[in-house]
């Protein structure tokens, strides 16, 4: 059975309010969380990405009480990550009412973080972020904190590993082309896609809705992700999901 392919608007949330910058700096408000949280429910959106961009421990009680404000305003499912370093902080996040958690930095200095996450609250509910990014060796690698650390792990290797470990799901994110919106890093998302089992959702660059068709047309990826151009209104969900269908990629309405 052929799946549909699923549209996800992300959230990067920083002390409440929704932020959106290039190659993750210079970032600027963006809105509510909430309020674009239904916003993107109404208008067709699959499911949606919260990301703590932040997040410290500290800042775990804002966190939590947010994901109960949008949880009680949604229907589709929703994936909070950002500062989750512990199987505490998954139960935190999942029992505030998210359907999914995500893991990065933590996941790259505890892979068994991964597997506790999943053995606990199933498979599904475990999705492991990778930002990668070219390097001197023109290889892929993988960047911890906010795309700030080098790790020097090879990305296309690392998303093997964590499906290994028990991941659910890639969030796969191209810091080369994140906020650029020069489209969808193709190559380095069929990369990914062609080695594991488990589903991938693109993320970084897209600006247009032929970038949303180019990647669904060019890789088996699962899901794409964006923020800007929803953010801004440069087209909503409804209108991307008709023009993706009028180019024969099988979508919700």
């Not at 421990?57 to 305003?73: I, L, Q, Y």
């Not at 505490?88 to 998210?98: F, K, P, T, V």
Request: glycine share 8%; proline share 2%.
């Amino acid at each position: 059975m052929t799946l549909s392919k699923r549209i996800i608007p992300c959230l990067d949330v920083k002390e409440g309010r929704v932020v959106k910058g290039e190659h993750f700096v210079n970032l600027k408000d963006a809105g509510d969380p909430v309020e674009l949280g239904s916003k993107y429910r109404d208008d067709g959106a699959d499911e949606l990405v919260f990301l703590d961009i932040t997040a410290s421990p500290e800042k775990r009680k804002t966190v939590s009480e947010m994901v109960r404000n949008v949880a009680s305003k949604l229907d589709i499912p929703f994936t909070v990550g950002g500062g989750i370093g512990s199987i505490e902080d998954a139960r935190n996040i999942l029992c505030s009412g998210a359907d999914k958690v995500g893991i990065n930095t933590r996941a790259i200095e505890k892979p068994e973080l991964i597997t506790e996450i999943s053995e606990r609250f199933g498979r599904q509910c475990c999705v492991v972020a990778i930002d990668a990014k070219r390097n001197e060796n023109n290889m892929f690698e993988v960047f911890s904190y906010g795309a700030r650390k080098s790790t020097g792990i090879d990305a296309i290797q690392w998303s093997q590993e964590v499906e290994k470990l028990g991941a659910g799901e890639i969030l796969l994110t191209s810091i080369d082309r994140d906020g650029t919106e020069d489209g969808f890093d193709v190559e380095l998302t069929k990369e990914i896609v062609d080695k594991v089992n488990i589903p991938v959702i693109a993320s970084g660059g897209c600006g247009s809705m032929e970038h949303f068709a180019d990647v669904f047309d060019k890789t088996n990826v699962d899901a794409a992700l964006a923020a800007s151009v929803f953010h801004y209104n440069q087209f909503d969900i409804s209108s991307l999901k008709r023009f993706l269908k009028e180019n024969e990629v099988l979508v919700r309405i």
